[in-house]
DNA sequence: GAGCACTGC
């Protein structure tokens, strides 16, 4: 095999070098490529990391795992692939592999290096996430990909042999399936010599991968097979502002903070971090207000929420330009941090807090509480100021509380129901999952309640080994274990259809549109005395009859279109499992008893009893729940439900339930139940 | 009796 060699000419890399300037001219004129009068080539001879192409290119060649420290916008993610690429590391049919944490950054970057490279995207340049492979098996040589999409190749080619290169971008961030990721490529690393492993970090993790990946025990740097490598980053200096004292009220204090900067500072739109909904919410409205105290010849003001739960027309109000006497305020959740852009942020405010979802294994419930952000969060959040021209942070909060938050935020590995992370290992040959080689080991508690759950579910045996069929069935299926169970048995009750649309309803969030009073009347429409499960299924049922699929039709109904579609695609791909499963796509009609059943045939373990007081406990642990008021059944008085999952908000809460009847219990879930039959009532 | 950070397969 022929690799390019340090100090050698790599094929395709002549002509760049006869053009290659010095840099240090005005930048703004690549920002836009559009206003741009330089090449394409010479644009990326001009990003920051050009100057670095032959030094990554020579570590990649001499070490088997390449550490990447490089800020946003420094141009790895695009760049890295393509000189690999033209250094000769896609030749004989391999590919370079680079994955994200996000689907959207798989697509764009991916539209963006088709463009750079001047080919159709889906050829030479491809991508490949849910629902979505626009790659070619032949012609693709730079594969752009979703972490959990790449995880899913190892389920078929466990040593991905044909990647040549694999690069973990943005690994910082610590997603679940990039932590399990790494952990396998250290595996496949020593089966695979020739593999190159390039680990993308913006952060001060850096150190730590470095340590996890490099084999050389001795105090001797010739013999490590990892290295590392910092790049320059091309952010703008972000002045930060720190308050002098704590303060009691961050929104309050973040309302005041925009009025500030409003009257006392340039023009540039403003981005404000809050936790949630109604805080933003709340902001908005205030901001609102007070607006009208303003002089009418000041410059105008417009706020702007933004969070996940919002549709897409709403979110999009983010992007408008803003007219030349407004000055536009985004109040965002964490979703601005990352997962969402936007241009022209020259005034970063933080309020220094985020809302965490984290698993507790004692209980099996997740809480959702706001904590202070890490270090890393805060960096992030002020670097959103530095885009476009140098910006300012105002952090609310002391510079001695900066210094107490953690480095990065706690791992998703350290917080997640690991069910899902047992059985998929499992299925790749890894039995002791216990003593799997994790950069940073999940909780024993953790591990425990998965392993006892997958065995409630028999997906695995007394030795704790996957069954089969069931277990390796639900380790394939792209669902919830508890769901994957329910979708397998349905052929039981004859209603593998309904289960579908349920299953599929269930693993989308937000299907009503929130914070509008339309919902509330809109949601009575459809809902059922049996719960949200059935409900879910006629507003499916609906949507794709009556609603003929559109999205004016979801308007008018108060549920959110792109959430109903995604719906339509997920329940489609679990179409295709089942019948590889060769379970019977049968309909039972509208027998709700039928449906029921069969959810109790997955959910047993998730069963609660009404009390007198209307509150209820888990008949399991004698654990106190509430009724989400999201929930059909919300002030409503059933005797024994299921539920789908708690989060502990203000209380713990009880999302998606079904009425059952208890006897079912006892039926479907004996092994289950048995020892405690004493506490179900007679029949 | 009154409320839902964000991803991903």
Known sequence: MAFWKPGATAPGVSLDRETEKETGENFITFVNPSVSTFSIQQQRQRLPIFKSRDHVLYLVEKYQTTIIVGQTGCGKTTQIPQYLHEAGWTSGGRVVACTQPRRVAATT?????????????GEEVGYSIRFEDCSDPHKTRIKYMTDGMLFRETLIDPLLSQYSVIMIDEAHERSLYTDILVGLLKKIKKKRPELRIIISSATLDAEAFYEF????????????????????????PVDIHYLEDPCSDYVEKAIQTVFDIHTKQPVGDILVFLTGRDEIEHAVQEITDRATTLPRSALKITPLPLYAGLTAEQQMLVFEPTPRSTRKVIIATTIAEAS?????IVYVVDCGFVKIRAYNPKTGMESLTVTSISKASAQQRAGRAGRVRQGKVYRLYTEDSFYEFQDASVP????????PVVLQLKALGIDNVLRFDFMTSPPAELMIRALELLYSLKALDDYGRLTVPLGMQLAEFPVDSMLGKILIDSYKFNCAEEMLTIAAMISVQNVFVLSS??????????????????????????????????????????????????????????????????????SCGNDTVKIRKCLVSGYFANAAK???????????????????????????????????????????????LTVIDPAWLAELAPHFYEFKKSALPKH
């Open 340 to 344: 969402i852009t936007i241009e022209g």
């Open 109 to 121: 970057v991916a539209q963006r290096v088709a463009e750079e490279m001047n080919v159709q995207l």
């Open 610 to 656: 009404m009390m007198p007081d209307g509150s209820f406990r888990t008949i399991r642990d004698n654990v106190e729940l509430h009724v989400h008021p999201s929930s059909v059944l919300f002030t409503r008085a059933v005797e024994w439900v299921i539920f789908h999952e708690v989060v502990e908000t203000t209380k713990p809460f009880m999302r998606d």
């Open 517 to 586: 009073s339309k919902v509330d009347e809109s949601k009575r429409k459809f809902a059922v005395e049996e719960g949200d499960h059935i409900t879910l299924l006629n507003v499916y049922n609906a949507f794709v009859t009556r609603g003929k699929k559109s999205g004016r039709w979801c308007h008018e109904h108060g549920l959110n279109f792109r959430t109903l579609q995604r719906a339509m695609s997920i329940r489609q791909q679990l179409t295709k499992y089942l019948k590889r499963f060769d379970v019977p796509l049968e």
């Open 412 to 419: 998703e590995m350290q917080r997640s129901n690991l069910a």
């Open 213 to 236: 990946y490099n084999t050389n025990t001795i105090n001797d740097k010739s013999k490590d097979d990892a290295s590392i490598i910092s790049l320059e980053g091309r952010m703008f």
